[in-house]
Every structure is written in structure tokens, then in C-alpha cells.
């Protein structure tokens, strides 16, 4: 006997099913996908870094800027009105330009010595060729054989700010006591000293840092020897 039911169904065969998975295409979008977001991920990591640098380069940079502003307040409010010993007129030692200042201090010019010393304050080319300017500060004993500032260029240099792209000076006085006093850009007065100096810095780079405005605390009447009959302004000893 044939048994009769119903006929079997169609389909494909088991081996022509379709495996589960991804297409090439779906994989390459994938990997596009994946390298964009690598892609951003290092530029906003590389942005941080940058900005972070430039943080702490900024804040290094107005760290080193307080140590020296305090340390150059100090030094130009001990200014000394020193005479030079030239019997032809009167002439104090003291040498103001725009980029460039030297003067008379009453520090001493090292711990085991006494008296008064020579200063300059400048910009002088940094240790590589290329590399930016730093403000240096040399000082020299002031002793009785010097008239001039010229034993500053063989003394040893401090460094009181690297990378510096310039300095400016200024300075407040008058030529006579019959003139109004005003700010120039350079000390012509040889008779007079100023009475404030400022100084004005701009960093590599940057913007130019506050200006440094110090008051010369010591009067024209301390360079002046006094007797019993007479006050007479002559050149004082340097180591008195």
C-alpha cells in the first residue's frame, strides 16, 4: 500500500543558508568609524597637552618675574649718588639709556667686602646662538682708582630673567630746580640724579610684563661732605 500525505516543503538546502556576520563593507565602515574617533581623541589630547605646557611655561615665567622685579626694586631703591672724582665739573655716576642702566649702589658688591659697588643692568645675548636675550646684572667694586663703569664688562654676570625680547628704561627728574621734572628715555643730566626709574620688560614671546616704577630713596646731599665751617659737595670715598 502507498501511504498518501502531504507534500514535503520547499526550501533551500541546509548547506545553502546564510552564515551570520558581518559584510566587508559593514568592517570598513567599522574601521572609518573607529579612526575618526581615534583621530579626535589624540587631537583633544594633544590640545591639553599643549595648553597645559603653556600654563606652566606662563606661570614659570611670572614666577621668575616676581623674584626678579623684587629683587631690582631692592637694588635701584639703594641707588647712591656717587660723584666721580673730576675736578673739572660735577658729575655723578650714574648712566641711564633706554635699553640699558649702570649705576652706584650702597650693597656691597660680594658678602666679604664693604662699601659701595658698581652695577649694570642689561640684555645680553643668551648662551645659544639663536636663543633669546636674558637680563643680566654685573657689579664691581667701587674703589678709589675707578672714574668710570668700564670694570663692569670684566665682571661676572647673574642672570635676573631668561628669554627676554627687550627692556626699556626711564627716568623721572628734571635738570635744574627750575624746571618741571618729567619722564625721558634717557639720562642726560650728569649734574642731577633722577629722582624714580622705570623699567619695562617683554618677555619671548609675550606680552610685556607690569612696568617696574621704584623711587631712588637716597638724596643728591648724600654724596655732600659736611664740616664744621662749610658744607661742600665733593666726591665721597667710595668705601666710607
Not at 574601521?31 to 605646557?53: C, E, K, N, P, Q
Not at 672724582?85 to 650702597?106: C, L, Q, T, W, Y
Amino acid at each position: 500500500m502507498i501511504a498518501i500525505g502531504p507534500p514535503p516543503a520547499r526550501g533551500r538546502p541546509r548547506s545553502m543558508k546564510r552564515e551570520a556576520g558581518f559584510t566587508l563593507v559593514e568592517v570598513v565602515l567599522a574601521m572609518v568609524l573607529l579612526g575618526s574617533m581615534m583621530v579626535l581623541l589624540y587631537s583633544g589630547l594633544a590640545f591639553a597637552l599643549r595648553s597645559w605646557d603653556a600654563g606652566d611655561a606662563n606661570g614659570r615665567r611670572v614666577a621668575d618675574w616676581r623674584i626678579a622685579e623684587n629683587f631690582l626694586r631692592r637694588e635701584m631703591s639703594e641707588i647712591f649718588p656717587l660723584r666721580w672724582r673730576d675736578p673739572a665739573f660735577v658729575k655723578f655716576a650714574f648712566e641711564g639709556e633706554r635699553d640699558r642702566i649702570h649705576f652706584v649702589s650702597s650693597r656691597a658688591a660680594g658678602a666679604s667686602s664693604g662699601g659701595l659697588s658698581l652695577v649694570g643692568i642689561e640684555l645680553q645675548p643668551g648662551k645659544e646662538p639663536r636663543a633669546p636675550r636674558d637680563l643680566v646684572m654685573r657689579r664691581a667694586l667701587a674703589s678709589d682708582e675707578v672714574n668710570d663703569f668700564a670694570t663692569l664688562a670684566d665682571a661676572q654676570r647673574s642672570i635676573l630673567l631668561p628669554g627676554v625680547d627687550a627692556v626699556e628704561f626711564a627716568y623721572f627728574g628734571s635738570e635744574n630746580d627750575f624746571t618741571e621734572p618729567a619722564w625721558t628715555d634717557s639720562w642726560t643730566f650728569t649734574a642731577r640724579m633722577p629722582t624714580m626709574v622705570r623699567m619695562r620688560v617683554r618677555p619671548a614671546g609675550g606680552e610685556p610684563l607690569p612696568d617696574v616704577v621704584v623711587k631712588v630713596m637716597t638724596g643728591e646731599e648724600a654724596g655732600c661732605l659736611e664740616n664744621a665751617f662749610q658744607r661742600t659737595c665733593r666726591p665721597r670715598r667710595p668705601n666710607v
